[in-house]
């Protein structure tokens, strides 16, 4: 059974810096688009920063200059970096995964594999 788990979510004081791991089991990831996405309370689930099997990184304005998105095949793991944190990156941020990488990578329904989700919180 596939599953993605996140790990190294919580609070921080705005300019400060987190870093988020997400361990896939269950199958070969190496071939698979990794990403993350996240949703803000009362608000839709966004696309963060996705990364290729071939390590072509894709990353949402909002985040772009301030977030690195890597991963580590061997250990089947994607890494979310998140340097320089605002308020506004409040939420829960999930873990995705998928076999294709589609061109509307910032989609959520391009992803079918996904994690339960970690809390990141920023504080002013």
């Known amino acids: 059974q596939v599953q993605l788990v996140e790990s190294g979510g919580g609070l921080v004081q705005a300019g400060g810096s987190l870093g988020l791991s997400c361990a896939a089991s269950?199958?070969?990831?190496?071939?698979?688009?990794m990403g993350w996405f996240r949703q803000a309370p009362g608000k839709e689930r966004e696309f963060v920063a996705v990364?290729?099997?071939?390590?072509?990184?894709y990353y949402a304005d909002s985040v772009k200059g301030r977030f690195t998105v890597s991963r580590d095949n061997a250990k089947n793991t994607v890494y979310l970096q998140m340097n320089s944190l605002k308020p506004e990156d409040t939420a829960v941020y999930y873990c995705?995964?998928?076999?294709?990488?589609?061109?509307?990578?910032?989609?959520?329904?391009?992803?079918?594999?996904w994690g339960q989700g970690t809390q990141v919180t920023v504080s002013s």
């Open positions: 269950g199958h070969t990831f190496s071939t698979y688009a």
């Open positions: 990364i290729s099997w071939s390590a072509s990184t």
């Open positions: 995705v995964a998928d076999s294709h990488f589609s061109s509307m990578y910032y989609n959520p329904v391009s992803y079918y594999y």
